[in-house]
């Protein structure tokens, strides 16, 4: 086995949390809301980011449009209270278990989900 | 209003389907469980996978490593019939609620997400 595949192993089947950053240095994480099991947001983190959260229990992304660590709810004061955190077999994605202090999504939607896509027409429709 | 402010608006709250892939062609997208709500994978779509999503009723991806169109279950079989596609307010993450064929981890676990991180050790525990 080469270190390569060595290093593949351990992330999968291992115990250690080895985070798997892409070139940007990012992975996605996907925020769910603990009660509903609702997918709330996904967005993305660098590694400050996942410190940040892991420290604090309150969830931080990196915002790709402002280049920065960022709070989420900063500004609107709907933080994210982290629960529980899941990493998947390659250890380039996370889940957030999350309790969210109100609506995640900036437009005031509880989630930013809000709408599905009809595949007959390729139309969005709110539901 | 500038166009690309126009743009946004459009894409936050049009009924228009708008995906907005990044630098690399790509966007993020979460697989779940329609019949349990748990999230079974996170994966990447382009423009062709995307397509073949739609067109197919059946998942396809990107695969960032083998840098081609891959359909979920293509080698085990383990295909996910999609039922419902979901866009975030931005349109740059979709979520497919789906039902799967068999184990979605190429492990043979259910989910992608066989594993928590304890944040007071820093270590992975199976759950």
Redo the contacts between chains.
């Keep these: 086995m080469n270190a390569s595949d060595h290093d593949a192993k351990r992330r999968?089947?291992?115990?250690?949390?080895m985070p798997k950053f892409d070139a940007n240095g990012l992975l996605?994480a996907?925020v769910?809301d603990h009660a509903s099991?609702?997918?709330l947001?996904?967005a993305f983190m660098d590694s400050e980011a996942l410190e940040a959260t892991?420290e604090t229990?309150v969830a931080h992304f990196h915002s790709r449009s402002r280049g920065r660590l960022w709070k989420k709810g900063e500004s609107s004061g709907n933080v994210l209270q982290v629960r529980?955190?899941?990493?998947?077999?390659?250890q380039d994605?996370l889940?957030l278990v999350c309790d969210p202090a109100g609506p995640t999504?900036?437009?005031g939607?509880r989630s930013?989900?809000?709408?599905?896509?009809n595949?007959e027409t390729?139309?969005?429709?709110t539901s």
Tied chains: 1, 2.
């Excluded at 529980?84 to 390659?90: G, L, N, S, Y």
Aim: proline content about 0%; some cysteine; aromatic content about 8%.
């Design positions: 999968e089947s291992g115990t250690d949390f996605c996907v769910t099991k609702d997918i947001m996904v892991i229990g529980e955190m899941r990493v998947d077999c390659d994605a889940i999504c900036h437009t939607a930013c989900f809000y709408r599905g896509l595949r390729g139309q969005l429709e």
